[in-house]
T-cell receptor, first 111, second 115 residues
Framework: TQLLEQSPQFLSIQEGENLTVYCNSSSVFSSLQWYRQEPGEGPVLLVTVVTGGEVKKLKRLTFQFGDARKDSSLHITAAQPGDTGLYLC???????????FGKGTKLTVNP | DAGVIQSPRHEVTEMGQEVTLRCKPISGHDYLFWYRQTMMRGLELLIYFNNNVPIDDSGMPEDRFSAKMPNASFSTLKIQPSEPRDSAVYFCACSGGETPYNEQFFGPGTRLTVL
């Protein structure tokens, strides 16, 4: 059983479209992080959300942490081919330095 | 800082051979993690160290896998003997320093193919 479920698993859209990907769990996290991984590279941190209900914006990317700190979403406005990659969410349950990773959403933005 | 450095970037070997993967973390980051990534299982934590001491190795699949961190700037992950099912991308990551929420910094990975 995956502690963090990400959906959809795959997403292929056209340039200019909007999209939302989700990261859900039955567990509470003290913080949640989003990473983007491009082909042939390691994951790179995009943002950390800490407070329930928190919304953070990073240019065209909007991240939200659920009120109960069990889920999160990532919304991309006017997607561009450069947004293509694997989006991973990772939760910190507190008490150790370990993170729990979801399996990711593989996004392809076609020109 | 150059970021996390891993070598080799690609490794192709035959079943039964010993494989050693290397990692140099970011200076000042006192936690080091080894992960394995496959399409089927995603990113799996194998082991992590704090101040060069192994803290949790519960993710190490079996005795064929071992990891060491002889000093703060170097770690190895060894597979002996290697098997085809070990084929995956192996990442080293680190955290600590001034990051407040356990954010991790990943290396570029080693793509291992065992024939």
């Amino acid at each position: 059983t995956q502690l963090l479920e990400q959906s959809p698993q795959f997403l292929s859209i056209q340039e200019g479209e909007n999209l939302t990907v989700y990261c859900n769990s039955s567990s509470v996290f003290s913080s949640l992080q989003w990473y983007r991984q491009e082909p042939g590279e390691g994951p790179v941190l995009l943002v950390t959300v800490v407070t329930g209900g928190e919304v953070k914006k990073l240019k065209r990317l909007t991240f939200q942490f659920g009120d109960a700190r069990k889920d999160s979403s990532l919304h991309i406005t006017a997607a561009q081919p450069g947004d293509t990659g694997l989006y991973l969410c990772a939760g910190d349950q507190g008490g150790s330095e370990k993170l729990v990773f979801g399996k990711g959403t593989k996004l392809t933005v076609n020109p | 800082d150059a970021g996390v450095i891993q070598s080799p970037r690609h490794e192709v070997t035959e079943m039964g051979q010993e494989v050693t993967l290397r990692c140099k973390p970011i200076s000042g980051h006192d936690y080091l993690f080894w992960y394995r990534q496959t399409m089927m299982r995603g990113l799996e934590l194998l082991i992590y160290f704090n101040n060069n001491v192994p803290i949790d190795d519960s993710g190490m699949p079996e005795d064929r896998f071992s990891a060491k961190m002889p000093n703060a700037s170097f770690s190895t992950l060894k597979i002996q003997p290697s098997e085809p099912r070990d084929s995956a991308v192996y990442f080293c990551a680190c955290s600590g320093g001034e990051t407040p929420y356990n954010e991790q910094f990943f290396g570029p990975g080693t793509r291992l193919t065992v024939l």
